[in-house]
């Protein structure tokens, strides 16, 4: 494979843009693309981290690409006008040189000239097409009936968030169909005959999680299944789903101060415009929308420091908050209203020097000041930064913006296909059309309550515009608002997306085991593309399983289960001894979790809930996978007198307490008995009202699955 071609060479020759690592990926993959046959039905996978520089990646691909037999290159891009024309212009930029020495000419297939020279033809051709009807059919007839030479020519098609519009099935009047989409792209894999296919996507569920063949009207259609999988490299200071999602830590961190809970019933406030619960001037004191109130001030506050802490350095930089709950534009009309109100009593308080103004801001400096220190940042006083958000409020820095077409995203971006900071302090409401492909600079704060019946995995993870390349002193004021159920859903995606990335990268054939939960309550096989995966829980070694977010039930009541409790585990411990870990069988296992769920009661109008039956079917799963002397047994941990808070203090806002067993005790006993079975923990706490409980000992389970597993998606909910 030739390395040292001019249009390879005009992209690893920019300083340290591409590491070694980065070319190792480019090169493994222009050559697999040039030595294994790919297909409609085969393509390659460049798989990606979502904002990650994965076209930073397939550009150079696509340079390589023509230094090695390749001719035309055709890249499909998202169905929006503002996004190809951000694509163009950036492929367009970065060919600059090789379009103005006449070795390549890029055109957007719906602005190109009616008929190409064969000046023109003799060059490499980029052509940037919207995976949408129109384009794909001006596409197809370019190669079948404008210029059939063109369809001879060596030809690579770059599938850019190839999860999106590519592939998919919808029912039509209770048929089976192909979106329509799929059905344009299936006609031109087969007008071009040498023709080698690269799908790029951050979210290659759509893609891996298809059945193998649908019928669809009387004909088979084959779905999209990988040649290869080449995963793009992530750099270090990426910050994506596992600084958001993962709860494999126990001391503090800076992630623990990210999350901030919102109340179902405030989402469902930001819906429409209701007077009755909510009154535009009381917006600074409403009980209605205490965590939309709290984010907009955390984000002044949090903007005005970082201002600060810049300054002293001699520069100056701007931030932005995207706000995402709905996707009608009549709920953005009036989110845009509320945090319009929001800042003009702000403003209004700031002049008059209102008292509630201060509290606001020192509500959120307490908030803030301990994730700062963390990691050594200087945090100004609180005098200086009341003055700071003051001037803020005076010189009119917050600007909101609503951003919910088209249109409007093309007047935003800037030429980097960014959305425009026009001020130091940019609030952003809008929907879908702030997910793929739109970057937002430095965002601090992300309101998020988008919540559809059946969460997608792609859709949902995409709309995570918090993710890229961040500073950590952006991150020490940065937080993340949305519902607990949201936040479980969405921590459950990332869980599934660890274990198909790891899995796919020892063995993209066979990723992972689905199973689900029968009728009879047995686990059993299941098809992957029927898995909801916001409905799942993702078995790898040494995974927890635990509820949270819970009170106990009344001492009346729980006294006398936790006693029997008591009593059954001390004939079940040899020598009535809780020291050491002991093995019990599964139904044992399942009948102490049956006898402890009735006990905690889940705090579920708040979005907290534990699907106990899952749990159990899990538990079971596990304990069958153990060795043939120990099948279907289970290691029982005890510990008693334990005195957890049944709240923790983040910064000025609380949230349940999620950690009962240590790593440092519990996980060490965990790491050496749970090798080939799971383990159940049992936590007895004291149950103190003065920690939060109802006075009364009970017992906190944890699950552990153990080390010698295969990863596995349990579903526990599967779709029709």
């Known amino acids: 494979m030739k390395l040292d071609g001019p249009f390879y060479q005009s992209f690893v020759e920019q300083g340290d843009r591409y590491t070694a690592d980065d070319r190792q990926c480019i090169e493994r993959t222009v050559s697999r693309l040039s030595d294994i046959q790919t297909s409609e039905e085969r393509p390659g996978m460049l798989l990606g981290k979502i904002q990650s520089g994965k076209t930073k990646t397939f550009l150079a691909i696509m340079a390589l690409a023509f230094d090695n037999n390749f001719d035309v290159t055709v890249v499909l891009t998202k169905g929006t006008k503002a996004l190809a024309k951000q694509t163009y212009e950036r492929i367009l930029s970065e060919f600059k040189r090789h379009d103005q020495d006449d070795r390549l000419k890029v055109f957007d297939i719906m602005t190109m000239p009616n008929q190409l020279t064969g000046f023109e033809m003799n060059q490499k051709l980029v052509l940037v097409v919207k995976k949408q009807k129109d384009n794909l059919n001006r596409l197809i007839d370019l190669f079948s009936n404008k210029h059939p030479q063109l369809s001879k020519k060596r030809i690579l098609v770059v599938d850019d968030e190839a999860d999106y519009a590519s592939v998919g099935f919808k029912k039509d009047q209770g048929e089976m169909d192909i979106n329509t989409t799929a059905l344009q792209l299936e006609k031109l894999r087969q007008v071009a005959e040498r023709t080698s296919f690269l799908q790029v996507t951050a979210t290659p569920y759509a893609l891996y999680l298809q059945p193998d063949k649908i019928e669809i009207k009387g004909e088979t259609f084959k779905p999209i299944r990988p040649a290869f999988t080449e995963l793009v490299p992530v750099n270090e200071a990426y910050i994506g789903s596992d600084y958001y999602f993962s709860e494999d830590h126990e001391e503090i961190e800076l992630a623990d101060y990210l999350y901030c809970p919102v109340s179902y019933e405030e989402l ?40 600060i802490q810049e300054e002293e350095k001699g520069q100056a930089k701007k931030f932005s908050f995207l706000i995402h709950t709905e996707s009608g534009k009549a709920a953005h009309a009036w989110q845009e209203e509320l945090v319009d109100a929001i800042k003009t009593q702000l403003t209004e308080a700031a002049q008059k020097n209102d008292p509630v103004l201060h509290a606001l801001v020192e509500t959120s400096y307490e908030e803030l000041q301990p994730s700062i220190q963390l990691k050594g940042f200087h945090c100004p006083s609180l005098p200086v930064v009341v003055e700071s958000v003051k001037k803020a409020l005076a010189d009119d820095w917050v600007m909101i913006s609503r951003v919910n077409s088209e249109r409007q995203v093309e007047e ?8 425009r900071l026009r001020t130091p302090l940019n609030i952003f409401i809008g929907g879908q059309i702030l997910d793929r492909g739109v970057t937002i600079a430095n965002l601090i704060g992300f309101y998020y309550g988008r919540s559809p019946n ?15 390349f961040r500073p950590v002193a ?56 029927k898995i909801a995966l916001s409905k799942t829980t993702t078995l790898k070694p040494f995974k927890r399983l635990l509820p949270i977010g819970f009170q106990t039930d009344y001492k009346s009541y729980l006294r006398p289960v936790t006693e029997n409790i008591d009593e059954i585990l001390r004939a079940f411990a040899p020598a009535d001894s809780f020291d050491e870990p002991f093995l019990i069988t599964k139904e044992q296992a399942n009948w102490l979790l049956s ?12 979005g907290y809930d534990f699907d106990w039956e899952a749990t159990k079917s899990a538990l079971n799963y596990l304990a069958n996978l153990g060795s043939d002397h120990n099948g279907g047994k289970v290691w029982c941990l005890v510990r008693t007198g334990r005195k957890l808070s049944r709240t923790v203090a983040v910064g000025s806002h609380a949230k349940y307490a999620d950690a009962p067993d240590s790593t440092k005790t519990e996980g060490e006993i965990r790491k050496h008995y749970a090798i080939h079975n799971p383990m159940l923990i049992l936590i007895r706490q004291n149950g103190d009202v003065e920690q939060g409980w109802r006075g009364c000992p009970f017992y906190w389970p944890v699950i552990s699955a153990q080390k010698n597993i295969s990863p596995a998606i349990f579903a526990e909910q599967t779709l029709n």
Do not use: W
């Open 268 to 307: 469902l406030r930001l819906r429409k415009k209701d007077g009755r619960r909510l009154k535009l001037e009381e917006v600074l004191t409403s009980n209605s929308i205490p965590a939309l109130r709290a984010a907009v001030v955390n984000f002044i506050v949090g903007g005005c420091i970082r201002r």
């Open 412 to 419: 935003l971006l800037d030429e980097t296909g960014q959305l």
């Open 454 to 468: 059946v969460f997608q995995q792609d859709t949902v993870l995409q709309h995570s515009r918090m993710f890229g």
């Open 474 to 529: 952006d991150l020490t004021v940065t937080r993340f608002y949305t519902e607990p159920t949201i936040h479980k859903a969405m921590q459950r995606m990332h869980e599934s997306d660890i274990a198909l990335r790891d899995a796919i990268e020892k063995d993209a054939e066979q990723p992972v085991v689905f199973i689900q939960k029968a009728a009879n309550g047995a686990v059993v096989p299941c098809s992957p593309n």
């Open 595 to 606: 006898e402890i769920q009735p006990t905690l009661k889940m705090e579920t109008e708040e």
